[in-house]
């Protein structure tokens, strides 16, 4: 990976590319491209950008304002690991192209105006996030969806409702649930998620682990190593970019939907954080009330739990994603906070007692979020949660699904759909807006493209299982 504009045009020549390719991100988290001869590239783009359509991008621009501005970041530039023609991509921000301010819509600004309000606030340097983003891989998918029929279908060698397939069959296959760590031949998929692993390093990813989750039908998770808020954000780009390209290679398809397999676990984005003050983790305290938490972590932690609702309106922002935060599938969907328990949206992980590895962990976010926005999201609630001394409240060291019902009622849950967490965003979010991290008009946007593109787009169309319900009425 380059670092100054003259690292990047170097990286360019001495990896004989052809090609140079800009890539940035829209508002809902999908990334875009285009590319440029490499003996086109000079100082003049990193200076002053490239230009291309706002108003083709969602949740950009209208169509009379549509001019826009790519600033490449050249710390970014890597040899990309997926074209046949070699290729170095750079991730690049979006300005105005009168001003060169940046835009207030673009995600990765979000996330790094995030980090410069953690660095102006005092209550720390640097913010380090550590995603798990799991997805299935599947070997076929079908869906389509008119006004007299609507359907889904798709396929896995590993699902187990294959097992009575005819012709040819050798077993081995993950059951619902049965999929957690399962060595081959059980596991069909090893070799292909270590292409994904050794392309994600190749790309300067630092890749911990890949394994076989718990789902049948392919389930997968890669865990990425901690770092910093932009860059992480970056990495998780990346990650679901070279998945989904090895994956077609191969004639399978990976997807990062938070619930495609009906009465199986869903892929969640567990989301590790702590906040550092140059080699000292500001979570840490041996000598803590709590599992080894210091003062300003149990804060942080009651920001999450307080500003919940409005954060998974970024973090778990689809209305498939309360499909997945349902009790009995490790998908925790109650407010509260515990060491060890998974069935907590807030973990503190135990595996080890060094200040390096202490930090917490958020369950419910979901890998369909746009990562910049989601991990700036969370940041902001702890920040708030530290500033307002915020009490997070006893831990609940019990299974939440198995408490007795007056324990249990105690314990609220979290939002159910995609509308409640946008209403609760419309009501909750002076605390995004510090620093300017979070726009007004950012939030706007947001709550009406989810409204009218999503969650409009589903109640008004009839559902497959309403048929099974409703049909003989």
């Keep these: 990976m380059a670092g100054s504009v003259g690292d990047a045009l170097k990286l360019v020549k001495d990896s004989n590319a052809v090609a140079v390719d800009f890539k940035f991100v829209d508002l809902p988290g999908l990334w875009h491209h285009f590319s440029i001869p490499a003996e086109r590239l000079s100082e003049d783009e990193f200076d002053n950008g490239l230009g291309f359509d706002g108003s083709s991008i969602r949740g950009f621009q209208r169509i009379e304002e549509s001019d826009m501005l790519l600033i490449p970041d050249p710390s970014t530039a890597v040899i990309d690991p997926i074209p046949e023609a070699p290729t170095v991509s750079v991730i690049c921000n979006v300005a105005d192209p009168i001003t060169q301010a940046p835009y207030s819509r673009d995600p990765r600004y979000v996330a790094q105006k995030a980090e410069a309000y953690l660095q102006s606030s005092g209550m720390g340097q640097t913010s380090y996030f550590g995603p798990e983003a799991e997805c299935f891989i599947f070997d076929s998918v079908r869906f389509d969806y008119g006004p007299n029929f609507g359907f889904h279908e798709i396929d896995s060698e590993e699902g187990i409702w294959n097992s009575g397939q005819e012709g040819p069959n050798l077993g081995y296959r993950p059951r619902f649930k049965g999929g957690y760590f399962p060595v081959p031949p059980m596991d069909r998929l090893q070799d292909l998620r270590t292409e994904i692993m050794r392309k994600m390093i190749a790309t300067g990813i630092d890749v911990e682990l890949q394994h076989h989750e718990a789902g049948t039908a392919g389930q997968a998770e890669f865990d990425l190593r901690f770092d910093s808020l932009t860059t992480i954000a970056d990495k998780v780009l990346w990650y679901k970019y070279i998945a989904k390209n090895v994956a077609v290679a191969h004639g ?222």
């Excluded at 202490?358 to 419910?364: A, C, L, V, Y």
């Excluded at 008009?441 to 409204?451: A, F, Q, S, T």
Aim: aromatic share 12%; proline share 9%.
């Design 252 to 473: 399978k398809t990976v997807t990062f939907m938070p619930k495609p397999v009906f009465g199986d676990n869903g892929s969640g984005m567990h989301t590790h954080v702590s906040i550092w003050e140059g080699d000292r983790n500001l979570f840490y305290d041996p000598s803590g009330a709590y599992a080894g938490l210091s003062q300003q972590a149990l804060w942080f932690i009651g920001g999450i739990l307080k500003h919940a609702a409005a954060v998974l309106a970024f973090a778990a922002p689809t209305t498939n994603s309360y499909k997945r935060l349902v009790p009995g599938y490790e998908a925790p969907n109650r407010i509260a906070y515990s060491q060890r328990n998974r069935s907590a949206c807030i973990r503190i992980p135990l595996y080890s007692s060094s200040e390096r590895a202490k930090r917490i962990e958020f369950r419910s976010p979901d890998p369909s979020a746009n990562p910049y926005l989601a991990f700036s999201a969370i940041l902001m609630a702890g920040l708030d949660g530290i500033q307002t001394r915020t009490d997070p409240g006893e831990p609940v060291d019990k299974d939440i699904y198995d408490l007795p019902p007056e324990e249990e009622a105690k314990v609220p849950f979290l939002p159910g759909s995609l509308e409640e967490v946008l209403m609760a965003l419309e009501e909750d979010h002076d605390f995004l807006l510090r620093g300017d991290v979070f726009t007004p008009d950012l939030i706007d946007m947001w709550i009406r493209w989810k409204r009218a593109n999503e969650c409009d787009a589903i109640h008004i169309r009839p559902h497959p299982y309403e048929f099974y319900l409703y049909f003989d009425i």
